[in-house]
């Protein structure tokens, strides 16, 4: 069965940490696009970060640049999303997804073929 299954999200008070994973089973994430995006409650579903197979090209949207960083563990047939100096307005269910295409880069969320079932992340003192 083909399937991303994500960990890692909770509560955590402005400034802190958190490590999202995303675990894949029945394919090898290595040759895949992968991509982490989230919706906020009200809004639409967006990119937040994605990264190439290949030459590890990343993208970040504005708002998480120099504090999200997203990588993959070929090993592990695992990827994840560091979080850090987290803010209220990053509350939101995250989605781990993986993409055949290169140009999934550009964080299309109709490039992306699996994706995980969501974690919550709120950001609240």
């Known amino acids: 069965q083909l399937q991303l299954v994500e960990s890692g999200g909770g509560l955590v008070q402005p400034g802190g940490s958190l490590r999202l994973s995303c675990a894949a089973s029945g394919f090898t994430l290595e040759h895949y696009t992968i991509g982490w995006f989230r919706q906020a409650p009200g809004k639409e579903r967006e990119g937040v970060s994605c990264a190439t197979s290949r030459d590890g090209i990343t993208n970040y949207v504005a708002s998480v640049k120099g504090r999200f960083t997203i990588s993959r563990d070929n090993a592990k047939n695992t990827m994840y999303l560091q979080m850090n100096s987290l803010k209220p307005e990053d509350t939101a269910v995250y989605y781990c997804?993986?993409?055949?295409?290169?140009?999934?880069?550009?964080?299309?969320?109709?490039?992306?073929?699996?994706w995980g079932q969501g974690t919550q992340v709120t950001v609240s003192s």
């Open positions: 997804a993986a993409g055949f295409s290169e140009y999934a880069i550009n964080c299309r969320q109709s490039l992306y073929n699996y």
